[in-house]
């Protein structure tokens, strides 16, 4: 099965400031599009790529997924939240496991860096599949526009407490 035989050749590892040509060119295929790569490249002059994931076939980028700090109010406690997104793949590459080998890869390391929560804006009948849930069943709202669905957050931290509140993506989004 070629999607098996792609999927077992793709490597990943953590993305660095040598890869922004790379995850460019992925986020502006993917999304037929520069807006998407335009916040990672800002993201990245903020300081605000928190971690960077990148799947590789061989020498080629064929996918990434970007997480960025978030923050919630109100917040009574020591919280540390990250946006997923943009999270992309090469159209020869889709619908073959490579965005779910980036996410399925992510999470744990994540909670291991001492994250407590993931939250996004995406596909309500896709990430479900990788425990994310609509944000407002664990209590959590976003400021933008848009249907409750798809706003979607996944808590890391077993046993710790879960924050309550409005999450707000970095400023950097605001431009979006």
Wanted: proline share 6%.
């Amino acid at each position: 099965m070629i999607g098996m035989s792609i999927l077992n050749s793709t490597m990943l590892r953590v993305g660095t400031d040598k890869d922004a040509a790379g995850i460019e060119a992925v986020l502006t295929t993917a999304f037929g599009r520069r807006e998407e790569a335009a916040l990672v490249a800002n993201l990245r002059a903020a300081g605000a790529c928190a971690y960077t994931l990148v799947a590789v076939v061989g020498e080629e980028i064929v996918g990434c997924c970007i997480f960025s700090p978030v923050t919630i109010e109100p917040v009574h406690m020591v919280w540390r939240g990250l946006g997923l997104g943009p999270i992309g793949v090469l159209p020869a590459y889709q619908k073959r496991g490579v965005g779910g080998k980036l996410i399925r890869a992510s999470l744990p390391v994540l909670a291991d860096k001492g994250y407590h929560t993931v939250v996004l804006l995406g596909h309500p009948s896709y990430y479900p599949r990788f425990g994310f849930v609509p944000g407002h069943e664990l209590g959590l709202a976003t400021t933008y526009d848009v249907p409750a669905e798809v706003f979607m957050a996944q808590n890391l931290r077993v046993g710790v407490p879960a924050v309550v509140g409005t999450v707000h993506y970095h400023p950097v989004f605001a431009g979006v």
